[in-house]
């Protein structure tokens, strides 16, 4: 059957909104690329094996190809074929041999399956900008989807989880519940299976608020991983940013994701999206043509001012997404929406995110990425977290982006990391992370929630790694070791990798709750790798983008010494929720609210006494204390009732002996241990110390004492 319409006319169709779009009567198609010459819309049979049909989309307004087929239906399978000039030394690659994915396609059936045709010049060819590929490459391609978007979302409401509230959990779709035996095994790995109640019910028990999803925005492998018979696990390599990637669903509808949030929200549980939008899945000018270069290279990409033919390559990827392009920057914001508007997610963490904020070169923090954004009646609302980083000029940019944001606190990481392996003169950058990192977000009146502290995450070291490795090894990712991290700040316990020496185990268990109760007793909000929490290991892979198998997925079959971090965990945020000193919405003043006040936080020395100059300056210091005043918090909660609660000492050692900590002795009042990291489950003996008494901190460990005003 023919789709063209009534007497084989085809309607005009409307310019917006881009990507194929079903009113209930039939399907508006619209495409934007200002350079080509001739766009065709390519219908394919139910399977996606044989073009039943090519449709050419004569009508083109401000640069956007559209047209409106009366009689297409949801399930119609189409890609697109673009007519232009093959010139890579004026920036233009079009080659209408070449079938190409609608970057704004709602749904990708199929995946990928790599051969030479996938080129738009002759692999081999002396000068890749010289020879042109004629084959067909449609056979190997994803066909795009029309879809129905209708989804009965009921009473569906977000969590709306205050940022000082929240604790997410990094994880990945797949890798999460592929291990699970309490998931039926038809689930494992989806979507579906990430709204399994046994999964559910563990993300509650632990006392999460949002998981963060690996990329889900349907992308490519790369053909070198390919042939390696590796997988691009992590996914990002983007190609289609408002279709989920199918290999994530159990069944084959957009339905499973939206029941997968739903689900989420019922528990309370808020979701979050890994995004890339600062390359794309087709890699440098020798990568294939799968969407972006075929449909206008020189809109969509960074071009060199001086050579045209090859890319600006800010990402490490071979490509840069050009977002100071209004089209391009337009794509971004109505994927942005569509994700937040249609598929109810809560949030984003932008990958790279400097690269979305360069201008023609250089970071712009007043830039029209954060200006479109910040003016989104939409996108306004929802959490945004940015990388603060990329690798061109001027890449690291942490504390930079502007009100609205959070970032990743790459400095946290270090810091944490250093000091817990042992490294001498770093109380007084720790104090700073500790305490919220004011010297990175206070001057751009973002307060201690804009840090999003972490101690691990998907790139680099499990926690269980991080105290079990000094070197990386990544041999099984086929580069011969030359990949990830040299610089990991970890510290093996004595022995590299596993071991049967009980100290060594013992030792590594106790940095482990070291690195955790740090995280969650730290101001401003953390983050936590899925996993961490059952001593999940990567055998010393830091760097398992390609690790589709049982390195990178979870293990739920933990022992008992997994079981007991588990549980402790559990505790550590129960105790960030019943303390919300340790939730501030404000950043520390140093000095006190009120005359006769305690100053709202004091940094102690072992002696009892306030740090001095001497103490911060120090080379060989590796123990300090936090006494923060629960006294004239100067916080009010949602009622107006102004927040009140215990003195908090935070004590930490990081020396390989104990150290007595003279507890401070105004006011007159005693103090509770709350949690000890020496202990296996961070249970301190019960009792109280009075004022002036010692507190035997023993090596390499932490603790948190309460002092209870009367009130």
Same mark, same amino acid.
């Given at each position: ?603 102690? @020395? /072992? &002696?009892? !006494?306030?740090?001095?100059?001497? =103490?911060?300056?120090? #080379?060989? *210091? +590796? ?42 002795? @105004? /006011? &007159?009042? !005693?103090?509770?241990?709350?949690? =000890?990291?020496?202990? #296996?489950? *961070? +249970? ?28």
């Amino acid at each position: 059957m023919r789709l063209i319409g009534t007497n084989g006319a085809l309607w005009r169709g409307r310019p917006y909104p881009l990507g194929a779009t079903w009113d209930g009567q039939g399907v508006n198609f619209a495409l934007y690329s200002e350079h080509a010459e001739r766009v065709e819309l390519c219908l394919f049979d139910p399977h996606g094996r044989r073009q039943i049909e090519s449709v050419d989309l004569a009508e083109r307004t401000d640069f956007v190809w559209h047209c409106y087929l009366p009689e297409a239906r949801p399930g119609l399978l189409y890609g697109y074929r673009v007519h232009g000039p093959y010139a890579p030394g004026e920036g233009h690659r079009f080659n209408p041999h070449k079938l190409l994915v609608d970057p704004c396609a709602r749904m990708l059936r199929g995946q990928l399956r790599w051969s030479d045709a996938h080129f738009g010049y002759r692999v081999g060819a002396r000068r890749e900008d010289l020879s042109f590929d004629t084959r067909d490459n449609a056979s190997g391609m994803p066909k795009c989807e029309v879809v129905d978007p209708a989804f009965t979302w009921g009473d569906d409401r977000r969590p709306n989880v205050p940022w000082q509230d929240s604790v997410i959990y990094e994880l990945h779709v797949r890798g999460h519940t592929m291990l699970n035996p309490l998931v039926p095994p038809e689930l494992r790995g989806t979507y579906a299976g990430l709204a399994a109640p046994p999964v559910i019910e563990h993300l509650k028990r632990l006392g999460v608020t949002a998981v963060d999803l690996l990329p889900v925005h349907a992308f490519v492998d790369d053909k070198r991983l390919a042939e390696l018979g590796l997988r691009n696990y992590w996914g990002y390599n983007s190609i289609g940013y408002f279709a989920p990637d199918m290999r994530y669903c159990a069944g084959a509808s957009l339905g499973e994701f939206k029941t997968m949030v739903k689900t989420l929200h019922a528990a309370g549980i808020e979701v979050l999206l890994d995004v890339v939008y600062n390359h794309t899945g087709e890699g440098n000018e020798l990568g294939p043509t799968l969407a972006f270069r075929g449909i206008d290279n020189r809109t969509y990409y960074r071009l060199r001012a001086d050579d045209p033919r090859r890319y600006e390559d800010y990402t490490g990827t071979g490509n840069t997404l050009d977002t100071s392009h209004p089209a391009v920057l337009h794509l971004v914001m109505d994927s942005l929406r569509y994700w937040v508007t249609e598929m109810h997610v809560d949030g984003f963490r932008f990958d790279l995110a400097v690269t979305l904020a360069r201008g023609e070169h250089e970071f712009e923090r007043r830039g029209a990425f954060f200006g479109a954004v910040r003016q989104d009646p939409v996108l306004r609302q929802v959490k945004l977290i940015a990388e603060p980083w990329d690798l061109g000029e001027g890449g690291y940019q942490a504390g930079n982006f502007p009100p609205g944001w959070a970032e990743w606190n790459g400095r946290y990481r270090d810091a944490v990391r250093s000091y817990w392996r042992g490294d001498g003169g770093l109380v007084g950058e720790l104090a700073s992370r500790l305490s919220g990192s004011s010297d990175l977000f206070q001057a751009s009146g973002r307060g201690p929630a804009a840090s999003i502290n972490f101690v691990t995450a998907h790139d680099g070291f499990t926690l269980q790694d991080l105290v079990s490795y000094n070197d990386k090894h990544n041999e099984a990712n086929g580069e011969g070791n030359r990949d990830g991290e040299n610089h990991n700040r970890s510290w093996n316990c004595g022995v590299e990798g596993p071991t049967d020496d009980p100290q060594v185990a013992a030792l590594r268990e106790r940095q482990k709750r070291n690195f955790l109760a740090t995280l969650i007793l730290s101001q401003g909000v953390p983050m936590l790798l899925g996993g961490d929490e059952l001593g999940r290991t990567q055998h010393g892979n830091n760097n398992a983008y390609c690790q589709d198998n049982e390195v990178s997925w979870v293990h739920w079959d933990p022992g008992a010494a997994a079981q007991g971090l588990l549980a402790f965990v559990q505790r550590l945020i129960a105790l960030r929720n019943a303390h919300p000193l340790l939730r501030r919405r404000a950043f520390f003043r140093g000095r006190a609210r009120a005359e006769h006040a305690a100053k709202d936080l004091t940094w102690l @020395a /072992p &002696a009892g !006494t306030e740090m001095t100059g001497e =103490d911060w300056s120090e #080379p060989h *210091g +590796r123990s300090i204390g936090m006494l923060i005043s629960g006294e004239g918090l100067g916080e009010r909660d949602e009622h107006g009732r102004p927040i009140e609660d215990d003195d908090l000492l935070l004590l930490l050692n990081a020396h390989h002996e104990r150290v007595d900590f003279t507890l401070p002795r @105004a /006011p &007159a009042l !005693t103090f509770t241990a709350l949690l =000890d990291t020496h202990f #296996p489950d *961070g +249970r301190p003996a019960p009792g109280t110390r009075g004022p002036g008494e010692r507190y035997p901190l023993e090596a390499r460990s932490l603790a948190l004492l309460a002092r209870e005003r009367s009130r």
